[in-house]
């Protein structure tokens, strides 16, 4: 089955990482762009409507002592000789209007300051309103003594008022109508708009080039390793010369997680010191630490049986997906031991049988362990050689550098992270009792250490070293690994590959 989904999966997971940064990021910038605009709209609309009730309030004032529309100057300056008359002054971009409603006429006098073209305070030419225009304002049924946003035709959108003009009895004669543009308000916000989008569209790009950068470096280890793992894969192991030039880089112990390695052994750098001294730091991908500390050791206990029951039949599944062949041969070659040892006789079902088989195997098995860690070419045993001349500098580096602690039973080399530390750090922390906590002093002799393996080179060249024999191991028995079963490894690492892959993609499905 094919589908969007199915495409989204085959794009490299960078760039899908850095495509949903980005959707989040846009949708972070949007939100914070309409927020801004509409603050300081309402900043912005709510000057404008105090500065327009300014305005009408001052022609109110000025037109107060009219008692007809004889009474106001023309909207181009001129006067009957009867002076004075009043010349009320809209400021530029704004207008009045009077209308007349005595003797049942409407007649209306009007003056419209343009804006300046320079900007200047006293505005451009005065001109009056067509009589649509005024038609428009006195046909409109919203108008009142507070501002209210009409857009009038041909000259835009203005903030206008309406007002009565009484003579000295009371009585209404007309209407006075004033509007400040908000041309001049509406221009600020797209400007803010378009340097906001500017703004931020920038900011967006700076922040997603920056995960971008985050996401790949994060991702690199995990790239080189599948890089390497792929390459492997890919190698006849079986059969033929092994060579097997693919290397992983040396990992940054600065840049590792708190848990263990990727082959399970400590990691030991100086951040983890300074935090944990020399004690196991806890693992982040241990989902069950809080159902043990519950349990007091045992996190079944802490599980619903339905809940162990699931478990049990998925890890039995798994693990029969990935290793079923293995258990197969097992099972066969028991079967073969039991006949070459009691030949004739049934093999063990009962659970006292298979007890007593598994004692007889116990025994000999310890045997075979002991005379397997002696043999120096076993495969499953082998140490890195620290004799080296360049471990030992480094070594010697090393203890150069933690002379100062004065510590009396210093080892040659710095001893491994999964050892236990020397035997006078030990009683003096009271190693045994203080369980998982280190205390100040051990921290401080721990970071010490591990800054002077890191600046020995003890780190780096272990590294190297480690690689370069076990190369040489592989390289000098050959015979040995050929005659293994490495097809049957090689199918089992495929084979768990491919179950991981399977329930990742039912889980993101």
């Known amino acids: 089955m094919t589908g969007p989904l199915t495409g989204w999966r085959r794009v490299p997971l960078t760039a ?22 509409s603050y300081l709209r309402e900043n912005l609309m709510t000057g404008a409507k105090e500065s327009a009730l300014l305005a009408s309030q001052a022609m109110q004032g000025d037109a107060g002592s009219a008692r007809s529309l004889k009474d106001f100057r023309s909207a181009d300056g001129s006067a009957s000789p009867s002076e004075p008359k009043i010349d009320l002054q809209p400021r530029p971009g704004g207008f009045y209007v009077v209308v007349s409603s005595e003797d049942g006429r409407r007649d209306r006098i009007s003056q419209y300051r343009l804006p300046s073209p320079d900007g200047a305070d006293l505005g451009g030419e005065a001109v009056e309103l067509t009589d649509a225009q005024v038609d428009q304002l006195d046909a409109s049924p919203v108008l009142g003594s507070r501002p209210v946003r009409l857009e009038i035709e041909g000259l835009g959108e203005f903030l206008v008022t309406a007002s009565p003009l009484t003579s000295t009895g009371l009585q209404t004669w007309g209407t006075l109508y004033t509007g400040s543009s908000l041309a001049p308000t509406d221009a600020a916000i797209s400007d803010f708009v378009r340097r906001d989008i500017l703004l931020y569209t920038a900011l967006g790009a700076v ?74 730091a806890p693992d982040p991908g241990d989902n069950f630490a809080a159902d043990r500390e519950a349990g007091g050791g045992d996190w079944r206990t802490t599980k619903s049986d339905e809940y162990l029951n699931v478990w049990d039949r998925c890890t039995d599944e798994a693990d ?39 004692e007889e195997q116990r025994d000999s098995m310890e045997q075979d362990a002991a005379e397997a860690a002696a043999d120096p070419t076993n495969l499953n045993v082998w140490f890195v050689d620290t004799s080296v001349p360049r471990l030992q500098e480094a070594a010697a580096r090393w203890r150069e550098c933690m002379a100062p602690l004065g510590i009396v039973d210093l080892p040659s080399e710095p001893w491994d992270p999964d050892t ?16 998982d906590a280190a205390s100040a002093d051990e921290i401080q002799v721990a970071t010490h250490d591990a800054q002077c393996r890191r600046d020995s080179g003890w780190f780096d060249t272990l590294y190297d070293e480690s690689w370069n024999q ?6 000098e028995h050959k015979a040995e690994l050929d005659a293994t079963d490495l097809a049957q490894n090689v199918e089992a690492a495929q084979r768990a590959l491919q179950t991981i892959r399977g329930y990742l993609q039912s889980a993101q499905g």
């Open 207 to 280: 922040v997603v080039c920056l995960a971008v950068v985050v996401v790949a470096r994060s991702l690199r280890p995990l790239r080189q390793i599948a890089s390497v793992a792929d390459r492997i894969a890919a190698t006849p192991l079986a059969e033929g010369e092994v060579a097997i030039p693919q290397r992983a880089p040396a990992p940054d112990p600065r840049s590792r997680s708190e848990t263990e390695g990727a082959n399970w052994t400590r990691l030991f750098t100086v951040e983890l010191a300074q935090k944990y001294g020399y004690r196991m």
């Open 320 to 358: 029969t997906k990935v290793n079923g062949w293995k258990q197969t041969r097992i099972e066969a070659e028991d079967h073969a031991e039991w006949e070459q040892r009691h030949p004739g006789e049934p093999y063990p079902t009962t659970e006292e049988e298979t007890a007593a088989w598994y």
């Open 420 to 435: 236990r530390p020397p035997q006078s750090l030990q009683d003096r922390w009271g190693w045994e009792s203080a369980g």
């Open 470 to 475: 076990e190369e040489a191991f592989i390289a």
């Open 16 to 37: 899908r990482l850095a495509v949903i940064i980005a959707l989040a990021i846009a949708a972070t910038v949007a939100v914070m762009g309409i927020n801004a605009v």
